[in-house]
């Protein structure tokens, strides 16, 4: 009985010593955790200063999404037999100069995928890699500055995709006006004398006007987190039915050499495009089809998958 009594003692005091030892390690955690945050926190004030300065600052970081599989008699789906694969490839990047009296930030994205389902049981089956995706868009942004946040500036984008109809259509708007800086990663143009010219072997639905131009761009990276996000908006004096947006989001973080995950998605409202899909690509064309008379869908797209930083 005086084992016993003993043996408990001991083991009440061991548990007692390590929920101790267990409590101060977890406050000593918490003190180190809030070390860390006041160091990045005074490692991102002096990276706000180093951007600030004259000079180039030049970077990239892109997402590699892909998957490939295979079915043989698997009879609990419609085709029992086939090999299926997705491949997504986008990469950011920018170089942007920084002046005492001016300013001149270059961008650009790329977005581009390819999807395969191939029917083993079907010999006409198309069994190769379709395009799927296809995104690009370059900017070019010189302002003459009149104070630390405000610039008179001209405006150079250009929009397309590269796989399929490249330049069919292709977008260019040409503009000057004015644009913000409130603080060192968010630029904000407002152009209101903006022609955005439109290229397209379909003359009857795409149409050039003059216009207003608005984009806003935030670009940031902190620690291991690479984010992106762009706003591009052109509104016609003509027709709203000549205007269009596109907003673009990119994440990447960064685990380990470089590597990391990263995440894209892409949102666009463009009548004109919804009109020329319903008249010559839809499953089932419309040939009288209309600005009015069509349903101008929300256009989008996503990608995650391997994040790399350069």
């Not at 961008?107 to 010999?123: A, I, R, T």
């Not at 292709?170 to 409130?182: F, H, N, S, V």
């Not at 064309?285 to 998958?305: C, E, K, R, V």
Request: hydrophobic share 40%.
């Amino acid at each position: 009985m005086k084992n016993i009594f003993l043996t408990t003692v001991l083991m009440l005091a061991c548990a007692f010593g390590f929920a101790q030892t267990e409590e101060e390690l977890k406050a000593e955690m918490a003190s180190k955790k809030d070390s860390i945050a006041a160091i990045q926190g005074r490692v991102d004030a002096i990276k706000g200063q180093i951007d600030a300065l004259p000079g180039w600052k030049i970077g990239a970081f892109g997402t590699i999404g892909a998957n490939i599989s295979g079915f043989d008699n698997w009879y609990a789906q419609g085709t029992p037999n086939n090999s299926t694969g997705n491949i997504g490839v986008t990469v950011n990047g920018y170089a942007n100069l920084q002046q005492e009296k001016f300013f001149w930030r270059n961008s650009g994205n790329l977005n581009l995928g390819w999807v395969k389902f191939d029917d083993k049981d079907d010999p006409a089956d198309d069994d190769s890699f379709r395009q799927a995706t296809d995104v690009f868009t370059i900017t070019s942004l010189y302002g003459r500055k009149l104070s630390e946040k405000f610039a008179i500036s001209a405006l150079g984008e250009y929009r397309t995709t590269i796989l399929d109809n490249f330049n069919d259509p292709g977008y260019l708007d040409l503009g000057i006006g004015a644009t913000w800086t409130p603080i060192t990663d968010l630029v904000v143009v407002i152009h209101p004398l903006n022609y955005n010219f439109v290229f397209s072997s379909e003359d009857d639905i795409f149409e050039s006007s003059l216009g207003a131009k608005i984009v806003a761009d935030y670009t940031r990276k902190i620690g291991n987190i690479n984010f992106k996000s762009n706003l591009s908006m052109f509104q016609s004096y003509k027709s709203s039915d000549l205007s269009n947006w596109t907003w673009i989001n990119s994440f990447g973080y960064t685990i380990w050499n470089g590597i990391g995950l990263g995440f894209e998605f892409g949102l666009r409202n463009n009548k004109q495009e919804a009109l020329n899909y319903a008249i010559n690509d839809a499953v089932v064309p419309d040939a009288g089809a209309t600005f009015d008379s069509i349903d101008n869908d929300l256009q989008s797209y996503w990608l995650f998958g391997l994040n790399y930083a350069f």
